[in-house]
């Protein structure tokens, strides 16, 4: 079955350390979206990329970075910049970006916390 | 600038019973809008979407939503609530303009009782 998958599910990070999260879909999407999940604040974008080789800030992009070197793949880093990394991360696709309404399919999550 | 509000955090309701979970948006030009459902530990699966045509659209799981412009309301609604509808429902709505952010509300947590 197509889908988009996260790993890994459950992630903890030293003070000072930089981790990756892992996002990989086999929808043949062109757009992937990062967000950040935290209890009553609704979903936040971190970074999206609506093309391979290309991805833009979202609106909390500070202390995260990105790349889209390959169509299927979107990892995400958080470096020791987040300074409030804990959090729930979701990537999410959809099957193009600017101009079309198509739904965006999510990923399961990976939750981050600090040890 | 888009925003959707969502003015309940809980929606209680008993099984049998018809739900609704209210969601207001405010947009330029015409308002593309979502919802999508989250159980616990899980990405957001989405269940209906309005773009343009009859302001009752119908989605997954015998969910529908009434688009009301004058109201800029897109409520979600469902006849007769199952308990394993306890979920956090999420409203979304997508830059107008051929933008593309889609911005969500903050969350009603659904609760059916049985």
């Known amino acids: 079955d197509g889908g988009i998958t996260q790993s890994p599910k459950y992630l903890f990070r030293k003070e000072g350390q930089n981790v990756t999260l892992s996002c990989e879909q086999n929808?043949?999407?062109?757009?992937m979206y990062w967000y950040r999940q935290d209890p009553g604040q609704g979903l936040r974008l971190i970074y999206y990329s609506q093309i391979v080789n290309d991805f833009q800030k979202g609106d909390i992009a500070e202390g995260y970075s990105v790349s889209r070197e390959k169509k299927e793949s979107f990892p995400l880093t958080v470096t020791s910049a987040q300074k409030n990394p804990t959090a729930f991360y979701l990537c999410?696709?959809?099957?193009?970006?600017?101009?079309?309404?198509?739904?965006?399919?999510f990923g399961d999550g990976t939750r981050l916390s600090i040890l | 600038a888009q925003s959707v509000a969502q003015p309940e955090d809980q929606v209680n309701v008993a099984e049998g019973n018809p739900l609704t979970v209210k969601c207001t948006y405010s947009?330029?030009?015409?308002?593309?809008l979502f919802w999508y459902v989250q159980y616990p530990n899980r990405g957001l699966q989405f269940l209906l979407k309005?773009?343009?045509?009859?302001?009752l659209v119908k989605g997954s799981y015998g969910f529908e939503a009434e688009f009301n412009k004058s109201q800029t309301s897109f409520h979600l609604k469902k006849p007769s609530a199952l308990v394993s509808d306890s979920a956090l429902y999420f409203c979304?709505?997508?830059?107008?303009?051929?933008?593309?952010?889609?911005?969500f509300g903050a969350g009603t947590r659904l609760f059916v009782k049985a």
């Open positions: 947009v330029s030009g015409n308002p593309y």
């Open positions: 979304a709505v997508r830059e107008g303009g051929g933008g593309f952010k889609t911005i």
């Open positions: 999410a696709s959809s099957i193009s970006g600017q101009g079309d309404y198509q739904p965006q399919h």
């Open positions: 309005y773009i343009t045509g009859d302001n």
């Open positions: 929808l043949n999407h062109d757009a």
